[in-house]
T-cell receptor, first 115, second 113 residues
Framework: AQKITQTQPGMFVQEKEAVTLDCTYD???????LFWYKQPSSGEMIFLIY??????QNATEGRYSLNFQKARKSANLVISASQLGDSAMYFC????????????FGTGTSLTVIP | NAGVTQTPKFQVLKTGQSMTLQCAQD?????MYWYRQDPGMGLRLIYY???????DKGEVPNGYNVSRLNKREFSLRLESAAPSQTSVYFC????????????FGDGTRLSIL
């Protein structure tokens, strides 16, 4: 079974609007971390935001927030007030405490911000 | 700050040639990783090293070998390159805690003719 599933290969959003990128995960480990990365066309991988499985509140970092629904095993990334520079690939990843050495990545969502 | 440094950035090989991709990190991280990225397939783990002196296979280890030379350096070797190994290769490192993200190098674009 896939550890991380991203069902949206491509998304479009109007500049200044908010957008949600979906991510579901599969684990039986009670302790895990969820991460989102951005990969612009230049190719580098940029860490955006982290959510721990025991965190009571949804993580936020500037315009990025994580809509964490533990019972549904989803960790959706919300980008508010989209900017042209947000156009990129976005990857969701998970790290389990008991197998903490490995990261599991989804296949990514390509976001295009329309002016 | 250098972070994670990969060399080379680009390489073209002929089928059957060998080469080593180099990776070094200066963040005192325990764990290091090698991934390949192909269109539509996200990042696939080739090998990782949880700590100095240990290495483990990931999802797609065939055709590759690794060496954790010391805490800073983790190299990936292609003994006999094949066209199927044409890809972008990323090295990453992290601390050995589940709340710590990976930090990535800029990638190596490798083409096998």
């Amino acid at each position: 079974a896939q550890k991380i599933t991203q069902t949206q290969p491509g998304m479009f959003v109007q500049e200044k609007e908010a957008v949600t990128l979906d991510c579901t995960y599969d684990t039986s480990d009670p302790s895990y971390g969820l991460f989102w990365y951005k990969q612009p066309s230049s190719g580098e991988m940029i860490f955006l935001i982290y959510q721990g499985s025991y965190d009571q509140q949804n993580a936020t970092e500037g315009r990025y927030s994580l809509n964490f629904q533990k019972a549904r095993k989803s960790a959706n990334l919300v980008i508010s007030a989209s900017q042209l520079g947000d156009s990129a690939m976005y990857f969701c990843a998970m790290r389990e405490e008991n197998t903490g050495n490995q990261f599991y990545f989804g296949t990514g969502t390509s976001l295009t911000v329309i002016p | 700050n250098a972070g994670v440094t990969q060399t080379p950035k680009f390489q073209v090989l002929k089928t059957g040639q060998s080469m080593t991709l180099q990776c070094a990190q200066d963040m005192n991280h325990n764990s290091m990783y090698w991934y390949r990225q192909d269109p539509g397939m996200g990042l696939r783990l080739i090998y990782y090293s949880a700590s100095e002196g240990t290495t483990d296979k990931g999802e797609v280890p065939n055709g590759y070998n690794v060496s954790r030379l010391n805490k800073r350096e983790f190299s990936l070797r292609l003994e006999s390159a094949a066209p199927s190994q044409t890809s972008v290769y990323f090295c990453a490192s992290s601390l050995l805690r589940s709340n710590q993200p990976q930090h990535f190098g800029d990638g190596t674009r490798l083409s096998i003719l």
